[in-house]
Structures are given as C-alpha cells and as structure tokens.
C-alpha cells in the first residue's frame, strides 16, 4: 500500500515538472533500487533515503532540487550506521564511496546529486 502511495506521488511530482508518467522512463526515480554491486537505496519521500550495503543501513538525508532533476545529498547525515553498527564512525572514505554509489544509482535513473 505504502509504495503504491508513494509511486502515485512521484507520478504526480512529474506530472507537474512536465516529465513522463512512466515509471521506467529515465526521468523517474524508482523508489527502491538494487545494485549487483552489493548495496541499495531506498527512497523516503524527498527528504531521505535509507543506504544498504550488506547487513548495515544508514539514513542520508537529502532534498529535491526544484527547477531540475537533481538532489541535494547531505554528506554530514553519514555519520553513524544504525544499530548495532553505531558504535563505529563513518570515515571520510567510506563517505566518499557511499556518495558514489548513490551518484551511481541516481544517475542510472537520470538525475545528479550536488554534495553539500
């Protein structure tokens, strides 16, 4: 129910901005993407996305740009993976190859990601 919701929402999110109402066009961002290369994104309205990779998750925040298909993605958001992996820090390199992965996915969808 809840994923059906919000793909009625991102239809209706291009509908408005003039982009098609296909959710396989390019111009759509999927709600929930896999990569083969071991991690995954899931979208959480426009404001966060849930990072996997492994058994280990982590919410980055982010916002929609408007005017353009794009992101803001909030690097100080990647700090701490949720529990039980909290204790440890995200180090700078990890943050650098996760914002990777999420240009990745996001840029197979049509979209860029400004790092702020």
């Known amino acids: 129910m809840f994923s059906k919701l919000l ?16 959710m396989f066009a390019p111009s759509h961002l999927h709600p929930y993407n896999i990569s083969p290369k071991g991690f995954s994104i899931e979208l959480v309205f426009n404001s966060k996305l849930i990072y996997r990779e492994a058994d280990r998750k982590m919410n980055v925040f982010i916002e929609m740009l408007m005017g353009e298909f794009a992101f803001a993605v909030y ?3 990647m700090t701490h993976w949720k529990p039980p992996y909290d204790a440890v820090p ?3 390199e990890e943050q650098e190859r996760i914002i990777g992965n999420i240009r990745e996915i996001f840029h197979f969808q049509g979209y860029n990601i400004d790092v702020e």
């Open 90 to 92: 995200v180090t700078k």
């Open 7 to 22: 793909h009625t929402v991102y239809v209706r999110i291009l509908q408005l901005r003039g982009g098609s109402k296909n």
């Open 75 to 77: 690097r100080e958001s």
